[in-house]
DNA sequence: TTAGTGTGGTAGC
DNA sequence: AATCGCTACCACACTAA
């Protein structure tokens, strides 16, 4: 190990020092040879280094070896041992321990990327921005250490910086941002060549995956003195953060012959070690990880005979080549180990298996063959392969083994088929495509049925014949379902504020997009899953909620996604302390530059043709609508005029809104103190949210929406605003009626009404609200307000009953006053509410 | 029929 | 002390029109 060769050297004992400086000596000849050779065989070198002595001290990546061929084709030297001090100008190194900083502390040392750049750019870049001790010269050691330490404080989802801390350490979102850039890079690199066609499907797939990447990785860049004897092919090894529940990202194939597998938690893996046998934790080295990568698609990259190097993931992919790209089996194989070969010699010793097979399915399969440290070659050519190759293929894969099948897949094909066990199995006993579809449905069936053949179904082989397309992105979302924990709404307010930015300001703007469809999921404890769950800041189990909002008008404005996000997550039944996670995504990405939005900035323009568009769906309508038509479009100015809210109007809504505050103080003078200064809170907040412009606007667009059905049902003379509305699959009001009324009385005695029942209440309500029959709103909120009254004296202290009233004050009442548009008529009613 | 919504499943380590 | 359970995309069931 070079660290050893240094000491010695230092101590610079005389017998010594003529050793290595003849070594010295010897290796700067061989360089010289070395690069002589390069240039006769006509390979490009340069003179860009030249004057620099560069030192690799420790694993990097790329690797020690390659970084030397690197540093002498352009022309620099490279130092083999650390032999005095100031010999060298520059060291490369991804980390360093303590010790070698102090040591190091006065040279430029930088990490590997720094080299990289230099020969890309073909120029010196300067070292400072690639210097891996810069943040030392900046405070004491002593400081540091114990400001590191002070640092562990407990995850908190209120911080601000949470978001990006929780994703800097973790795997997941690690991973699927490689993916994504690596998808991007594809279409920048291939964009231009042609697409390969079905017609001529001969083609010889090799996908290529790095063995326990990750494991790997952490393996080589471990801190040595941590883990002195520690042995990769012997000991069982792990990488993940924590210890008991903590996830195991990747675990080398002695951990593997223990059973143990990725996903598992810690503490599971080590109740399936043997006496005396430790589990070695290391952490997650994700720089490392992404180097080791970048060397891994480089070099699949440089060979000529790949037609195209798809992307599967960091650590994976696919190269298609022509059949006749290669002679014969064996210049395919050796073309495969020398691929082998120099993937282990740049990255400093990660491994890849290779399969190979004439499909997708087939070369996956083959790769698991292959795995670990292999090459596996399958033929599905009947004639060329064994009988018993094939049965022995087929038989040695379990079912979820089979690309596409999952855990939840893995159990309906177990129920149907409780005796199969391996894909032959699997292969004699479904010889029809229809059993396969009743039980996996349409599409899956089908894939599994050709995949048993060895056949690719035509969605996975897209990624071969339109992978440009493939690749191209269709909705940003993220995700964050660990260390969730919020007090009230106001903290939940501020986090979906953060996530709105970071989606629009890093996600939007990378791929300059505008989104005009938001979709949020929350994820709410389950009634009787613990509070906290086994995971340290993990969600447990949960229960899940969905809504989806159209935005009208493409958009990258933060703050109205952020205005609508809020908004969205209040018609969700999830009180904050008990939601545990939450996602949010942007589902129509619109390009902005794409001249059909160029008024995108006019904003309400677009609406409005959007309006148009979405309400001339069916034939009736349309007929009707023509004459609106005529009226607003054929004189555009007049139509850009209604957009602006004319004086007086502004004024009608003030006082509209005035209206609606002095009906809901009404209710909140006679509600008790407590519920009352709650449920004002709350709806200050939610005023505040519906008020925004995206609001107005949404409602402008529904008020034109009702205003067209009424014309409907007034030219008509149907009843078409009246289509018929579900509660629990029942149309018919008056059995919706008894049966809510039911539902109240029972749940008034116990704990209220189940979120889930409570939700789709809700939804039924806002349906009527929005088809202009309030009036029925108004029934059924009379109808419970009396079953209050009536149930008050014996049921008044229960839960539910508070529960109720709190529903019917909260949610019943402001909902007859959303729609302003039917409230000044149905208000006529004057139903008395006393409660 | 067609289009939209919500839900579920899968993949990578 | 713990721990970092993401994210794009397809397919399906269901509803509205």
Redesign the pocket.
Known sequence: MSNKDNKVTEENSTGRYSYFYNKKIKQAEQDIKFRKQYETIGKQTSQLLKGLTIYVNGHTIPGRLQIHDMVVLNGGNFLHHLSSKGSATHIIASSLPPKKRLEFKNYKVINPQWLVDCIKQQKIVPWQEYSIIKSDIEQPSILKISSSSAN?T??NCNDPNFLI???K?????H???W??SLRQKFIELYQDIPLLTHSNSSYTILHI??D????TVAYLFRDKKKFPTLDFDKDPIVV????????I??CNYAARKLGIK??MW?GTAEKMLPNGIKLTTLPYEFENIDNGSKAFYTILQSIEQFYYVLP?????AICVMSKNAMENKQTLLQLCNAVRQRIKHETSGCIVSIGVSDSLVLARLALKMAKPNGVFMFDNDNESQDLNDMNQFWGSFKL?DL????????KKLRYKYPKVKTLQDLRQTCQDIISLQSIL????GEKVYLALRGEDDE?SARIIYDPIN??????????????IRFKDMVEIDKFLDICSDYLVNK?LAEYNKLTS?I?L?LMKRCVDAPVD????????RCD?????S?LGVPTNDGGIIATELKHMFRTLPVPPVELR?I?I?FNKLVDPDDPKNSNVKKGLSLLFQKDQVTTT??PS?RSIESPLHNVESNDPHRKYKRLKRSPVKEREDQLESNQRNAFQQQFFQELPTQIRKDVQHDLKITRKVNDSKLKRMKEELQRRENAIRNMNSHFMNSDSIF????FQ?ETNFEKICSMVNDWVRETIKEKGPHERDLHFFKKYLNKLCDSDRVHFVLRLADMISVTLNLMAHKYGNAEGFTEWEIILIKFIIPLMNRNRHTFRTERKLDIEYDI
Not at 544 to 548: D, L, M, N, Q, V
Not at 723 to 726: C, L, R, T
């Open positions: 562990k407990p995850p801390d929780y994703f350490h973790s795997r997941l979102h991973l699927s941002e993916k994504a995956d790095f326990c990447f990750f494991a993940c953060h924590g210890v008991k529940n903590s996830d990202a990747s990725n996903g810690v599967v993931s960091i650590d994976e979820d690309p596409g099948v999952g855990r939840s897949t893995l449905g349409n599409k899956l969605e493939m690749f191209q992105r269709k909705s940003i979302s993220i995700d964050i379902n660990w260390g996600k469809s979709t999921k769950p086994p995971k340290y800041m993990g969600m447990g899940p909620f969905t809504t989806s159209r996670g996602s995504q769906p069916s309508s289509v018929p509305i579900k699959n």
